[in-house]
């Protein structure tokens, strides 16, 4: 009886990675639960030539954002997605442009940051040696630049944020460390918003074990149907703060 299905918009990491055209069971999952599935190589994506790449150059949370929600917008008007079921979610870089665009744009009603930045200077600071100075392409010098930093990260602006947020971390996570995941989630209790932190122990940056690739999987659908109203058969539930 529906017009339009609900959609997953997809951010992928790096920022500066690309989504792949091979079968992915991550998308299947998804689609075989009557989800539409948007994977969006934004700008500053690899694999379209040098200068859609350094799109991205000073611009990382600006473009990729605009774009995820530009596909999501579109997909709408063409009526392939309904307006009110409209969910991102990214992993690592993917969950920073996840959180940025439900913190600085009116378009998404849910999502999902895996292992996903918080805090640009705590990332800046904490992140480990070899990608060190890699945001002074991507945003500008720290500390130098520090009020784009603040600018630029959804922990500083919890205030715009009105959606239910899902945060799924492993523990043992050495480029975005735990703490990104655990200050937003402390972040969004506070302002009320539905939201729940499962963190998995043993893993790092990106889940490896089987059963944890499965549960996160399970949790995410779990989390949409208890925000979206309809029944996430077989998977065990959870808490989910502030959801009435």
């Known amino acids: 009886s529906e017009t339009a299905p609900p959609l997953l918009v997809k951010a992928h990491g790096g920022p500066t990675a690309c989504t792949g055209t091979s079968f992915n069971a991550g998308i ?3 689609t075989s639960r009557g989800f ?9 994506s690899t694999g379209y030539g040098r200068d859609y790449r ?6 990382w949370g600006i473009v990729d954002i605009d774009d995820v929600c530009a596909g999501a917008k579109y997909l709408v008007e063409k009526g392939l997605a309904d307006e009110k079921r ?20 009116n378009v998404f009603t849910a999502g999902t940051s895996l292992y996903g930045v918080a805090s640009l200077e705590a990332l800046a ?7 060190s100075r890699y945001l002074d392409g991507l945003i500008g010098e720290y500390p130098k630049e520090e009020a ?3 600018a630029r990260a959804p922990i500083e602006h919890v205030d715009t944020l009105d959606c239910p947020i899902l945060l799924l971390q492993g523990d043992e996570d050495k480029i975005v460390p735990p703490n990104q995941a655990e200050k937003m989630h402390e972040a969004l209790l506070k302002k009320g918003i539905p939201t729940a932190l499962r963190m998995y122990v043993g893993e790092q940056h990106g889940f490896r074990k089987a059963e944890n690739i499965e549960d996160s999987l399970d949790s995410e659908l779990y989390f949409y ?3 979206y109203g309809f029944d996430a058969k077989g998977i065990k539930p959870f808490p ?4 009435d």
């Open 225 to 227: 149907s208890k925000v």
């Open 148 to 150: 784009i930093y603040k």
């Open 36 to 44: 539409a599935v948007l994977d969006v190589d934004y700008g500053g």
């Open 86 to 105: 409209l969910a991102i979610d990214g992993g690592s870089a993917g969950g920073y442009t996840t959180l940025g665009a439900l913190a600085f744009r």
């Open 54 to 59: 350094r799109r991205l150059r000073g611009n």
């Open 240 to 243: 989910i703060d502030n959801l």
């Open 125 to 131: 600071q904490d992140t480990h040696k070899f990608e």
């Open 28 to 30: 299947q999952y998804w």
